[in-house]
């Protein structure tokens, strides 16, 4: 980094030093996805029920802001060069972004080893894999630079770059919130949940029904089921525990089971959410 920044001084080049800034990040990035690993590693206690998980998922979001913030800056910087473009050194570009593919290819192809379930894990990893898209857009522009002499190309090399880095952090911001805001995992769908769980011959109905992620790779998910007079609550709870684990791989469920008067499905004055009906009780 130190070097491509006194390369992006000598040579003139917006688009090296956009890199240089940009593995500033990276290295932040694997600090900060490396501390939030420790804490979210702490067990759970007191007012924290589920520990500190969520650590790496605000560790996302601080990476995706701070790409988004770079690609403010290199916008601006990139749009500016475009109308007024200096003179720049494409060799020195070309050797610098050459060295820079290499040690990112590296990079990247050992945390691609990693387990990228984990945003946090997986936010590190973009910031890496961008820069090295980078290196490449600025390598390109640096030959078109010597070649050529066109000096702009520089600058539209630096405005790729903060292309792929808004993709990057919008990615990470987007992904992250749906964790904070407690939405269902993209790969869930709660409708489809409720209607396996009533489909089940002893259930009436079910209602509070709430699936949302506590970190990455952690979904966890609560229910009230109402069920038939006479059926096994115990039986029935152990039974829709395993099907959930099974068909959606969900490990951590809280199922409220309940007898239904006259298998109405009324238990609750006012259920959360929509009421998925069994069998027993759209026949009543």
């Not at 050992?110 to 590190?124: F, T």
């Not at 600058?155 to 990470?172: N, Q, S």
């Amino acid at each position: 980094m130190v070097i491509e920044v006194v390369a992006g001084v000598i040579a003139n080049s917006i688009a090296l030093i956009s890199d240089a800034a940009h593995m500033l990040t990276d290295a932040s990035a694997i600090a900060l996805a490396l501390v939030a690993m420790r804490i979210a590693a702490r067990p759970a206690r007191g007012a924290y029920t589920f520990g500190f998980k969520r650590a790496e998922i605000l560790s996302a979001q601080i990476n995706g802001v701070t790409l988004l913030l770079l690609v403010a800056y290199f916008v601006y910087e990139g749009v500016q060069r475009l109308v007024d473009p200096p003179q720049v050194s494409g060799p020195v570009v070309v050797v610098t972004a050459l060295a820079g593919i290499a040690i990112n290819a590296l990079a990247a192809w050992l945390m691609s080893r990693a387990d990228r379930r984990s945003l946090n894990v997986e936010g590190a990893f973009q910031h890496v894999l961008n820069d090295m898209y980078a290196f490449i857009a600025t390598a390109v522009s640096g030959v078109v630079v010597w070649v050529t002499g066109f000096r702009a190309a520089d600058a539209i090399a630096a405005l790729v770059v903060a292309a792929l880095m808004l993709k990057a952090g919008w990615g990470l911001l987007r992904d992250s919130a749906r964790v904070l805001l407690q939405a269902a995992p993209s790969d869930l769908d709660p409708d489809e949940i409720g209607r396996l769980l009533a489909a089940d011959e002893d259930v009436v109905e079910v209602h509070d029904l709430h699936v949302w992620t506590v970190t990455s790779g952690y979904p966890t998910l609560s229910a009230h089921i109402i069920v038939a007079r006479g059926a096994d609550c115990h039986s029935l709870r152990v039974r829709l525990s395993r099907l959930l684990h099974d068909r959606f791989d969900i490990g951590h469920t809280t199922l409220q089971v309940d007898h239904g008067a006259a298998e109405t499905g009324e238990h609750c004055d006012d259920p959360h959410g929509p009421r998925h009906l069994g069998r027993t009780a759209r026949e009543h």
